[in-house]
C-alpha cells in the first residue's frame, strides 16, 4: 500500500502560479512513476504530468506543456507540481497518482487538492 497527500492548492488569478506537493508513504520501493491527474465539474480525470520514478522522464498533456512542471525530491517520496501562468480551465480538482512497479494503471491516489484560477 501506498498513501499520498497533497498540499498547495487554492485560489489565483489568471496568470498566476502555484505549486502542488505530494508526499508518499509505506511502500514507496515500489513506485514506477508518479503523476498529476484533474477532474474539473463535469469532466473525466485527465492526466496533466507524470515522471518516471527511475529516469526522471517526465510527460505533459498538451495543454500545459511550457506552463506547468513536475519534479521530484526521490529522498523524501515527494512530487511536485509548478503551474504558472494559470488560466481559467485550469480549476480543477488536482490528484497525485502512484503508478506502482508491475502494474498497467495507476493504482494509488490523494485525496485531492482544488485549484481555482479566476478570471
Known amino acids: 500500500q501506498v498513501q499520498l497527500v497533497e498540499s498547495g492548492g487554492g485560489l489565483v488569478q489568471t496568470g498566476g502560479s502555484l505549486r502542488l506537493s505530494c508526499t508518499a508513504s509505506?511502500?514507496?520501493?515500489?513506485?514506477?512513476?508518479m503523476a498529476w491527474f484533474r477532474q474539473a465539474p463535469g469532466t473525466e480525470r485527465e492526466l496533466v504530468a507524470s515522471?518516471?520514478?527511475?529516469?526522471?522522464?517526465?510527460y505533459y498533456a498538451d495543454s500545459v506543456k511550457g506552463r506547468f512542471t513536475i519534479s521530484r525530491n526521490v529522498a523524501g517520496n515527494q512530487v511536485y507540481l509548478q503551474m504558472n501562468s494559470l488560466k481559467p480551465e485550469d480549476t480543477a480538482v488536482y490528484y497525485c497518482?502512484?503508478?506502482?512497479?508491475?502494474?498497467?494503471?495507476?493504482?494509488?491516489w490523494g485525496q485531492g487538492t482544488q485549484v481555482t484560477v479566476s478570471s
Open positions: 509505506g511502500r514507496t520501493s515500489y513506485i514506477a512513476a
Open positions: 497518482a502512484v503508478h506502482p512497479v508491475g502494474r498497467d494503471s495507476y493504482n494509488y
Open positions: 515522471l518516471r520514478w527511475s529516469a526522471a522522464l517526465a
